[in-house]
């Protein structure tokens, strides 16, 4: 499967930003999604993760109630609303598929998108 992310900008501090990724090649319904970060010199972290169904929903301390994640498998899209925006949010944003269980842990997703960066000024 192949992951498309986009919506990233720049935004200032206390804004919004929605990022999509749109999946091709097999339907995404097959799989858990998540969302990851990385900003510069620092490790790729969880920051949302969601079943294929949508039944369970994970999200990392440092988005909980600002961020949300959702899904439409029928557009084959995920989505990660981000509200009330901090600098701190600054990084690339990636996509991740994978079979099983949500993790937090990075290399056990299978698939993962290009990257959308997300840049918040204060």
């Known amino acids: 499967v192949q992951l498309q992310a986009s919506g990233g900008g720049l935004v200032q501090a206390g804004g919004s930003l929605r990022l999509s990724c749109v999946a091709s090649g097999r339907t995404l319904s097959s799989y858990n999604m998540g969302w990851f970060r990385q900003a510069p010199g620092k490790e790729r972290e969880f920051v949302a993760g969601i079943t294929w169904r949508g039944g369970t929903i994970r999200y990392a301390d440092s988005v909980k109630s600002r961020f949300t994640i959702s899904r439409d498998n029928a557009k084959n899209t995920v989505y990660l609303q981000m509200n009330s925006l901090k600098p701190e949010d600054t990084a690339v944003y990636y996509c991740?598929?994978?079979?099983?269980?949500?993790?937090?842990?990075?290399?056990?997703?299978?698939?993962w998108g290009q990257g959308t960066q997300v840049t918040v000024s204060s």
């Open positions: 991740a598929a994978k079979d099983w269980v949500i993790t937090t842990t990075s290399t056990e997703y299978r698939y």
